[in-house]
């Protein structure tokens, strides 16, 4: 009488692992998706973007399909899934010659590295140059050299319109980190495309 509810127990744990095996092979075979990432802790880091920096807005724009066709020319691939319905621009405030006013746009996007997501923050000044960038988060091996401002410095007074091929305009982090270096440097085109397109010009001189 007392085998009948260990066999039970025993089919039921068996069943519980081989789904928790299935589970996880499917997460591994799951292609990784780089997604629209928040800005984490605004009021603490805004300032090493923006020295001057008081405060900020968030503005969400939503993303129509000319908005999304305009993106896609600019930078060559289809959008992800989730860049297709809204984008978050962040807009800093703060004195500039003794008068408070608009210093600019904090954007922040995850691209796919080999680890995980590397999520990216850029500030962009109202003539769409941009001022700095860093790394919010990453896995990678070279996270180290991917942080150094040796490697995020070459973005610095960068413009949409201006190379980012690693190895041509842009020195890769380290030797072992160019494919990281790649894609830190097409997210950070793709968010000066971002800020250009989705501002509609209303920021530049």
Not at 23 to 37: K, Q, T
Not at 123 to 135: E, F, H, P, T
Request: positive net charge; glycine residues 6%; charged residues 25%.
């Amino acid at each position: 009488m007392r085998s009948q509810p260990r066999s039970i127990l025993s089919s039921a744990t068996a069943f519980s692992a081989r789904l928790l095996v299935a589970l996880a092979l499917w997460l591994s075979a799951a292609p990784l998706r780089a997604d629209v990432c928040v800005w984490r802790d605004p009021e603490r880091t805004m300032q090493k973007l923006f020295p001057q920096a008081r405060d900020y807005k968030t503005r969400t724009v939503k993303m129509t399909a000319e908005r999304m066709a305009a993106i896609e020319r600019a930078i060559g691939v289809p959008l992800e899934d989730t860049e297709r319905k809204e984008f978050d621009l962040y807009e800093i405030t703060g004195s500039l010659d003794g008068k408070p006013q608009k210093l600019g746009t904090v954007l922040a996007l995850a691209g796919k590295g080999e680890y995980g997501t590397i999520e990216v923050v850029i500030g962009v000044d109202r003539a769409g140059r941009l001022v700095g960038a860093y790394i919010q988060r990453t896995r990678e091996r070279v996270s180290k050299a991917l942080q150094s401002p040796e490697f995020l410095n070459q973005f610095a007074g960068k413009t949409k319109n201006d190379g980012f091929d690693v190895g041509t305009d842009i020195k890769p982090a380290s030797a072992d980190a160019e494919n990281a270096s790649r894609v830190v440097a097409f997210v950070v085109k793709k968010m000066l495309v971002f800020h250009d397109v989705l501002t509609n010009g209303e920021n530049k001189p």
